[in-house]
Nanobody
Framework: VQLQASGGGLVQPGGSLRLSCVASGRIYIINDMGWYRQAPGKERELVATISRGGSTNYADSAKGRFTISRDNGKKTLYLQMNSLKPEDTAVYYC???????????????WGKGTQVTVSS
């Protein structure tokens, strides 16, 4: 299973970006998915998660500015980021809990990350 994230880049404060993450490979079902980020010199932290049924959870720093969503048919996860701040600068990683077949346990997979830089 591979997770390919895209959509990062350089944006000015107050701007917007939309991240995408496509899952591919031997996938029976994807359970929870999420976005995490890691800034230089800091630990990786949760940004937002979403269940297969669409229940969401956000870090306080993301509430009101970021929206997580997914398209189960396309095996794709999204993160719409608005009102971006310099402190949002980080590498953003997508995460997915994937079952390879009906009787297997879910396994955690991570994408390689996409850089988001918020700067004027």
């Amino acid at each position: 299973v591979q997770l390919q994230a895209s959509g990062g880049g350089l944006v000015q404060p107050g701007g917007s970006l939309r991240l995408s993450c496509v899952a591919s490979g031997r996938i029976y079902i994807i359970n929870d998915m999420g976005w995490y980020r890691q800034a230089p010199g800091k630990e990786r932290e949760l940004v937002a998660t979403i269940s297969r049924g669409g229940s969401t959870n956000y870090a306080d720093s993301a509430k009101g500015r970021f929206t997580i969503s997914r398209d189960n048919g396309k095996k794709t996860l999204y993160l719409q980021m608005n009102s971006l701040k310099p402190e949002d600068t980080a590498v953003y990683y997508c995460h997915a809990q994937v079952k390879g077949h009906a009787l297997s346990s879910a396994v955690d997979y991570w994408g390689k990350g996409t850089q988001v830089t918020v700067s004027s």
